[in-house]
């Protein structure tokens, strides 16, 4: 791990994106709440937030860090057809958020895979990326800036 024991905790927030597409059928009954494991859509929400917080179990090289919110939003798109997931973390903290943006999209996207594969094995998770962090030495990033 780098040593970040010199820095000071700063505010620092990361916001990441990602989709899963899915056959209309699929879409459909993650919508309605028709799925035989429940609600995928509050379970993503919830998988999302575990992943957050666990990002450093599942990254070796990743610093435990203390999150101060996450934010989780699903939503159903017809013209995927699928979902898309953003996250919003914020932290104080020595060292920055990203890790835990993309690993909170990961986790939801990956818990509506499990919720739905009985309706279609063939989903697709793709387009999980940085869209923008704040804070610490290297400043503001948002994607299609630099």
């Not at 953003?86 to 895979?113: D, N």
């Not at 998770?125 to 869209?131: A, F, M, S």
């Amino acid at each position: 791990m780098v040593d970040v024991s010199g820095k000071e905790p700063t505010r620092r927030t990361a916001r990441a994106s990602g989709e899963i597409r899915m056959s209309p059928t699929a879409l459909a009954a993650i919508a309605g709440g028709e799925l035989p494991k429940g609600d995928a859509l509050a379970v993503a929400r919830v998988a999302g937030i575990q992943a957050a917080k666990r990002t450093s179990d599942l990254v070796p090289l990743c610093h435990p860090l203390p999150i101060d919110h996450v934010s989780i939003e699903l939503e159903a798109d017809e013209t995927l057809p699928g979902v898309r997931a953003r996250s919003e973390i914020v932290v104080t903290a020595r060292t920055g958020a990203e890790m835990e943006a993309l690993a909170a999209v990961a986790g939801a996207l990956l818990s509506l895979y499990d919720m739905a594969k009985s309706l279609d094995r063939g989903m697709t998770i793709g387009e999980i990326r940085l869209e923008s962090k704040e804070g610490g030495r290297s400043g503001a990033w948002m994607r299609g800036s630099e």
